[in-house]
């Protein structure tokens, strides 16, 4: 990962950029820059990923115009031979570099052509442009407000911007900024067509693509390891990807001395693929001590996100200090694509399709922001296969009538296109998944919701919660959360569209908390 920032304004300074990059440099800690440029000023602080040298610092500027970027583009090196036949020269082996001398061949239009997970402010000189973009499902983190003059900032978290202005925005993916005005170029929730296919056909087609979309993300100039909660979607990705890459791979798992209820599946996804394997275990104070920096680093107020992020975030503070390791793959999105355990309440193919729709346009403040923080805040930098453009487009545009789970088995096509394979154990690809909150055992909501309930009594939550105007606190476990976040983001509520939740207009999805274990339905899959 890496810290962008940009200040367009007279009034910029590059003492006030520098104080801004302060509490981000763990996200960037090999080195940073801060360059003036034409209306205001950059700042760039680099995790090296691609090109190691110093020749892939950023800013790149060519002929005149300057960009950084946080992000990873695939396919990049082909574009640069394209480029370089085409007579333009380049300094590093980054894959950034390529992005201006494309920008000035193709403008705009060039992030709707690019294949990646990123984020970039681009000043053109030529033309007198301030630019800003985002990957369209949000993987790479980006925020703006507007100064007591109206001039605007970008960052890449909101703690770069807190003492700068009034209001912290979500910049929204899949557009870009251009002189004051926001256009979209990509909206993967926009699903215009359904393609109708055999299940045995469109299994084959997302497995071509989930492989495809592993493959590109195991490039990397340093060393990469694998997240491993033995769930489905963590151990698809490493399988696949010890196999692409024909050879150990490291895994890491965490979970609760009590009853990590994971760490045995995790455990024989790792002897099943042969991995070199680590595990971790936490207590009830682990988990108590991590909250309030749990919240300072995702900066949400969310009950899921925060519940699942305290054992990640603990999980990569454990691999950053012990290893080497500065890539981690993941297993996020899954779900939004294919279904939670909520979804098997849908009413109808078009209600799950519309809840896709939905939770792919909102991922951004929920999922993919649990991973950039947890990862990024541990100096190491998050990739999403599942996030994969092609991919994400592709099941999105699968009939949703073959997504309902109407199998009983959830996720039913994501475990058959894999059958075959003889890649995971039998049971673990057909094992119904633990709630994700829980996954690090049951017993870490069961600790924060006592102690939340320590905090207030009855009177005093009815009071506090009725402080807030907007996303309201519902329990006192929310209440907590969400005096932190004031503490450290206050008035800034709006980050956040609103509790990630079932959603409770389904007939047995009216429910007061997030975790699966609340839902009729959840059955055999904590066991």
């Known amino acids: 990962m890496c810290t962008i920032f940009g200040y367009f304004s007279p009034e910029a300074a590059p003492e006030t950029v520098k104080q801004a990059l302060a509490p981000t440099t763990s996200r960037g800690p090999d080195a940073m820059k801060i360059q003036k440029v034409e209306g205001g000023i950059v700042g760039f602080q680099r995790l090296s990923i691609m090109g190691l040298t110093h020749s892939g610092m950023q800013p790149f500027s060519y002929q005149g115009n300057w960009i950084v970027c946080n992000g990873e583009i695939y396919g990049f090196r082909s574009i640069k031979r394209r480029l370089e036949e085409n007579g333009i020269r380049f300094e590093s082996d980054s894959d950034c570099e390529i992005l201006l001398p494309l920008y000035e061949e193709l403008g705009c239009d060039m992030f709707k052509e690019l294949d990646a997970e990123f984020a970039c402010i681009l000043v053109d000189t030529k033309h007198h442009h301030v630019i800003a973009a985002r990957d369209p499902i949000g993987i790479r983190p ?164 925060i519940r699942a992020s305290i054992g990640m975030y603990l999980l990569c503070q454990k691999i950053h200090e012990q290893t080497d390791v500065r890539v981690l793959l993941t297993g996020e999105i899954s779900d939004e694509i294919f279904g939670y355990k909520y979804t098997d309440f849908a009413p109808d193919a078009q209600a799950f399709q519309k809840e896709s729709e939905k939770r792919i346009r909102e991922l951004h403040m929920y999922d993919v922001l649990r991973a950039d923080r947890c990862i990024s805040s541990n100096s190491m930098e998050a990739r999403v296969p599942f996030g994969d453009l092609a991919f994400v487009d592709y099941c999105m545009h699968i009939d949703p009538s073959q997504k309902l789970n109407t199998y009983h088995k959830g996720k039913y096509l994501l475990r058959h296109a894999f059958e075959k394979d003889d890649i995971l154990p039998h049971d673990i690809l057909m094992r119904e998944k633990a709630a994700f909150s829980d996954a690090v055992g049951h017993s870490l909501r069961d600790t924060i919701c006592a102690y939340a309930d320590s905090l207030y009594t009855d009177e005093e939550f009815e009071t506090k919660r009725k402080l807030y105007l907007h996303a309201a606190p519902f329990t006192k476990e929310s209440l907590l959360y969400r005096e932190i976040f004031e503490k450290y983001y206050p008035g800034q509520s709006q980050m956040i569209i609103d509790f990630w939740m079932p959603n409770r207009t389904w007939k047995g999805c009216d429910v007061q908390d997030p975790s699966a274990r609340v839902l009729s339905n959840y059955g055999q899959s904590g066991e």
């Open 142 to 305: 980006l925020y703006y407000g507007y100064d007591q003059h109206g001039d605007i900032v970008f960052a890449s978290e909101p703690k770069n911007l807190v003492a700068l202005v009034q209001k912290i925005f979500p910049f929204p993916p899949g557009h870009y900024y251009k002189d004051g005005h926001f256009v979209c170029y990509r909206d993967l929730s926009q699903v215009d067509t359904i393609r109708h296919a055999s299940l045995e056909d469109t299994c084959a087609q997302l497995r071509e693509y989930l492989v495809d979309g592993i493959q590109k993300r195991l490039d990397a100039d340093a060393p990469i390891g694998f997240l491993l909660s033995g769930g489905l979607d963590s151990s698809l990705v490493c399988a696949i990807s010890s196999k692409l890459l024909n050879k150990p791979i490291r895994t890491f798992a965490i979970g609760m001395k009590s009853d990590a209820i994971d760490l045995k599946y995790a455990k024989e996804v790792a002897d099943y693929i042969h991995s070199e394997h680590h595990e971790f275990l936490i207590d009830d104070q682990d988990v108590l001590k991590a909250i309030d920096p749990v919240i300072q680093v995702l900066a949400t107020y969310d009950i899921t996100t």
